[in-house]
T-cell receptor, first 108, second 115 residues
Framework: KNEVEQSPQNLTAQEGEFITINCSYS?????LHWLQQHPGGGIVSLFM???GKKKHGRLIATINIQEKHSSLHITASHPRDSAVYIC??????????FGQGTRLTINP | DTAVSQTPKYLVTQMGNDKSIKCEQN?????MYWYKQDSKKFLKIMFS???????INETVPNRFSPKSPDKAHLNLHINSLELGDSAVYFC??????????????FGPGTRLTVT
């Protein structure tokens, strides 16, 4: 079993829908990262958080340290949000351990 | 200006060859990384360097040898390439300290295909 599990693995929704992607982890962490991998392959860091909640535009990330769980929400989803979203946890000082990714497709 | 750059973007080569992938960052970061993304899009760390010194070596075959001539560059040399080495390799950088607590900046990736 992977130390970082994401759900769902694939998600298809209509434009405008509210999206939730979940991440559960089994190790002690220093921080949790949400990354976005574009269809072209590039990876961009969306959020890094160790407690509470962060918001950037239509994206919201939350983390519950006690439950070892994080969620990434997208409000008013748009086709340009279609990408693979990857959760990664910081284990120790240097190492990131990655989830398997969630492939999101937003249809117009 | 590209923050983290990698060359080449695509690399097609035959089994048994030796090849290198170069990475440069202009962000002034102290720490650089190499990640491998397999065909199922799963990312895994290979190496981490801080200020030219190896910090993490994640059970990577010794055919893979990272080299950091200065803290802005981290190159990856691969000897005797095998079919299983086919993957996308990403370079990344971050500030040091509790580096997993700092945002990482990724290069565009190098797609390596071994035939």
């Amino acid at each position: 079993k992977n130390e970082v599990e994401q759900s769902p693995q694939n998600l298809t929704a209509q434009e405008g829908e509210f999206i939730t992607i979940n991440c559960s982890y089994s190790v002690g962490i220093s921080a949790l990262h949400w990354l976005q991998q574009h269809p072209g392959g590039g990876i961009v860091s969306l959020f890094m958080l160790s407690s509470g909640k962060k918001k950037h535009g239509r994206l919201i990330a939350t983390i519950n340290i006690q439950e070892k769980h994080s969620s990434l929400h997208i409000t008013a989803s748009h086709p340009r949000d279609s990408a693979v979203y990857i959760c990664a946890v910081g284990e120790g000082a240097q190492k990131l351990v990655f989830g398997q990714g969630t492939r999101l497709t937003i249809n117009p | 200006d590209t923050a983290v750059s990698q060359t080449p973007k695509y690399l097609v080569t035959q089994m048994g060859n030796d090849k290198s992938i170069k990475c440069e960052q202009n962000l002034g970061h102290d720490t650089m990384y190499w990640y491998k993304q397999d065909s199922k899009k799963f990312l895994k760390i290979m190496f981490s360097y801080n200020n030219k010194e190896l910090i993490i070596n994640e059970t990577v075959p010794n055919r893979f040898s990272p080299k950091s001539p200065d803290k802005a560059h981290l190159n990856l040399h691969i000897n005797s390439l095998e079919l299983g080495d086919s993957a996308v390799y990403f370079c990344a950088s971050s500030r040091f300290g509790q580096a997993s607590s700092y945002e990482q900046y990724f290069g565009p990736g190098t797609r390596l295909t071994v035939t």
